[in-house]
């Protein structure tokens, strides 16, 4: 079942445009984790924000965590059309348990 | 420092037969995961392995099973195959058992059953 639900679905923006996606999830969480996917290849690990945190950067990568309204922020600033993608949020409960439960994924498109 | 590496990339197999897909982590990681992802069904769980023991397993049949070996390359097998079988098969490795541990992906095994 998936615990994560990433909005919007699908998101085009033009290069050099802030792109925003959000995720849900259902259950207390450990940590949340955000996941890059190219064109069905492996997933990439952009960003990893524990339950205590709030906001984590990476590059241009901006994450936010709620757990209050059990959801979390993916912020790419400046994008570029290498940034087109499918992105996927992951969730792992607590506790000595490494299953990650997967949302949909958003696809976004960069156009140059 | 080396990613996860999957063999074979590709793989076409008729209904009924079995199949074995393998998975070595990043040196020095000792826990191994199996997803399948279908655009149907997302991204799902199979199981996870850490020194060489089942720690989890998914809401999958029994004709997927898995093993880990100990120098922690693992493989996964399934039976009796089926056309809902379909699938890219990701391996993602960790240091260590734990909800708070990285997982690293390799790039999967496409998996065509007809």
């Known amino acids: 079942s998936q615990q994560g639900e990433e909005d919007p679905q699908a998101l085009s923006i033009q290069e050099g445009e802030n792109a925003t996606m959000n995720c849900s999830y259902k259950?207390?969480?450990?940590?949340l984790q955000w996941y890059r996917q190219n064109s069905g290849r492996g997933l990439v690990h952009l960003i990893l924000i524990r339950s205590n945190e709030r906001e984590k950067h990476s590059g241009r990568l901006r994450v936010t965590l709620d757990t209050s309204k059990k959801s979390s922020s993916l912020l790419i600033t400046a994008s570029r059309a290498a940034d087109t993608a499918s992105y996927f949020c992951a969730t792992s409960p607590a506790g000595a348990n490494s299953k990650l439960t997967f949302g949909k994924g958003i696809t976004l498109s960069v156009r140059p | 420092k080396a990613g996860v590496t999957q063999t074979p990339r590709y793989l076409i197999k008729t209904r009924g037969q079995q199949v074995t897909l393998s998975c070595s982590p990043i040196s020095g990681h000792r826990s191994v995961s199996w997803y399948q992802q279908t655009p149907g069904q997302g991204l799902q769980f199979l199981f996870e392995y850490f020194s060489e023991t089942q720690r989890n397993k998914g809401n999958f049949p029994g004709r997927f099973s898995g093993r880990q070996f100990s120098n922690s390359r693992s493989e996964m097998n399934v039976s009796t195959l089926e056309l809902g079988d379909s699938a890219l098969y990701l391996c993602a490795s960790s240091l260590a058992v734990g909800s708070g541990e990285t997982q690293y992906f390799g790039p999967g095994t496409r998996l065509l059953v007809l």
């Open positions: 259950t207390s969480i450990n940590n």
